[in-house]
C-alpha cells in the first residue's frame, strides 16, 4: 500500500496537532452542551474518530452515509443520500464533519438536510478543504488544512475503497490510479 503514494502531504503528528487546536476551537463554541456530532462515512471516520476524543463533552455520535465520488477521482456532482432515515436532529445542536470540502456539494446538501429536518443549528468540520472554487455557496466552520485542488488519499480518504487506513495525507502515484 504505502509503495503507491507518491508523496506525504501531511504527516501523522501535524494532522495531530492541528486536532488538538480544532477540538479546542469546538469546545469554546458548544461551552458544556450536549451535541449532535454527524459522521459522515466513509471518508470521515477516521477523522471523526481522532476529534471526538479530544472532545471531553457530552455527545452523540450519528452516521450518514452519502455519496458524491463513486470511487473515482472527480466528483459526480451529485449527492446520493445512502440511508433510509435521517438522524434525529429536531431542535438540537449539531456538528457534521466530512474528511474534505471540494465542490462543496456533500456538505451544503447535508447541512440543507438537516435544517429541513428542524436542526437549531448545524456546524461543520472538515479536516480538508481544497483551495478551489466551490459549486455551490459553502464554507467549513473548522477547517485542518487548506490543500492544493489535487487528489488525496489516506486518513480516511480512499481511492477505490482502499487506502483509508494510512495514518497520514497523501497524493498517489499515477501508475496505481
Ligand atoms: P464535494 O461534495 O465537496 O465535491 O466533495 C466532497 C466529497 O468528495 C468528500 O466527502 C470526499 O468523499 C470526496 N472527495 C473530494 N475530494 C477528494 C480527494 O481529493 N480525495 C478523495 N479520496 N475524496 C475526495
Ligand atoms: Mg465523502
Known amino acids: 500500500m504505502e509503495a503507491d503514494v507518491e508523496r506525504v502531504l501531511i504527516a501523522e503528528d501535524v494532522i495531530e496537532k492541528r486536532l488538538d487546536a480544532m477540538a479546542k476551537e469546538v469546545r469554546q463554541d458548544f461551552p458544556g452542551e450536549v451535541i449532535v456530532v454527524i459522521v459522515l462515512l466513509k471518508g470521515a471516520l477516521v477523522f471523526a474518530a481522532d476529534l471526538l476524543r479530544r472532545l471531553p ?74 483551495d478551489r472554487e466551490r459549486a455551490v455557496d459553502v464554507e467549513a466552520d473548522y477547517v485542518g488544512f487548506e490543500i492544493g485542488d489535487e487528489f488525496v488519499i489516506g486518513y480516511g480518504l480512499d481511492y477505490q475503497g482502499r487506502y483509508r487506513n494510512l495514518p497520514y495525507v497523501g497524493t498517489l502515484k499515477r501508475e496505481a490510479m
Do not use: Q, W
Open 57 to 130: 463533552r457530552m455527545l452523540e455520535i450519528e452516521c450518514l452515509n452519502v455519496a458524491s465520488y463513486h470511487g473515482g477521482t472527480e466528483s459526480a456532482g451529485k449527492v446520493d443520500f445512502l440511508d433510509r432515515k435521517l438522524p434525529e436532529v429536531k431542535g438540537r445542536r449539531v456538528l457534521v464533519l466530512d474528511d474534505i470540502l471540494d465542490t462543496g456539494r456533500t456538505l451544503r446538501a447535508v447541512a440543507d438536510k438537516l435544517t429541513e429536518a428542524g436542526a437549531a443549528e448545524v456546524k461543520t468540520g472538515v479536516l480538508l478543504a481544497k
